[in-house]
């Protein structure tokens, strides 16, 4: 996918000749420049998907950007709880997103299961 | 939007049809809605939505938000990891 940065601008000048910075997210290759956040790099790089909702699954990205809502939380170099957008980009990050996680108490178990489960014990 | 589209806190997915079923349900205080749905309970710890949630009380209760007991502002104030405090 073609870039989504701004290199031309009617007004900002632009400074064209900045570093380029090597990351992966989710172990995919991706670039960046000198001055990004995690978030502004894969934004430019076309990502808006930063992590999905632990309970649900539903996709979450940049809301804030400016660090209050923590909705970006990404995991850097195994570290929890980074926010994208406030966390700049360093050569060689691996950043991971957030995932779906299991719920194994929200459902509980049924009655049947609960009774074999005693039943179960019963009998030892 | 619907309005059970309509998400109040999104840390914990909380849509504004659970907090007015929730406020129809047990006349509750905010702070009951927040312990009954789980509204400002997130990662973010209420920073979005505290607002919201007291203020969709007000409306649907017709009183003033944070009536008995308010929505407190607890430290700390940001999660921060240990690392931070400290050592790795």
């Known amino acids: ?124 | 939007m619907e309005r059970k589209e309509l998400i109040i806190c999104r840390c914990e997915e909380v849509s504004l049809t659970d907090i007015s079923s929730t406020i129809e349900k047990y006349q509750c205080s905010s702070r009951e809605v927040k312990l009954r749905t789980r509204a400002g309970m997130g990662y973010c710890g209420g920073r979005v939505c505290r607002s919201l949630v007291d203020k969709a009380i007000a409306e649907m209760k017709g009183d003033q938000p944070s009536d008995e007991i308010p929505l407190t502002y607890r430290p700390p104030v940001r999660p921060i990891s240990f690392r931070t405090l400290g050592g790795n």
């Open chain 1, 1 to 124: 996918m073609t870039s989504l940065r701004i290199t031309k601008h009617p007004i900002l000048k632009l400074n064209s000749k900045k570093q380029i910075l090597h990351f992966t997210f989710d172990n995919q290759k991706f670039t960046g420049v000198e001055g990004d956040t995690i978030a502004s790099a894969l934004l430019a790089n076309g990502i808006l998907t930063l992590r999905r909702h632990e309970e649900s699954g539903s996709p979450r990205g940049v809301y804030c950007n400016i660090g209050h809502c923590f909705e970006c939380r990404v995991i850097v170099d195994g570290m929890e709880g980074v926010r994208a957008c406030l966390t700049p980009l360093r050569e060689g990050m691996d950043v991971q997103s957030g995932q779906k996680l299991p719920k194994p108490f929200k459902t509980g178990i049924t009655e049947q299961e609960f009774r074999d489960y005693f039943r179960a014990g019963e009998s030892q």
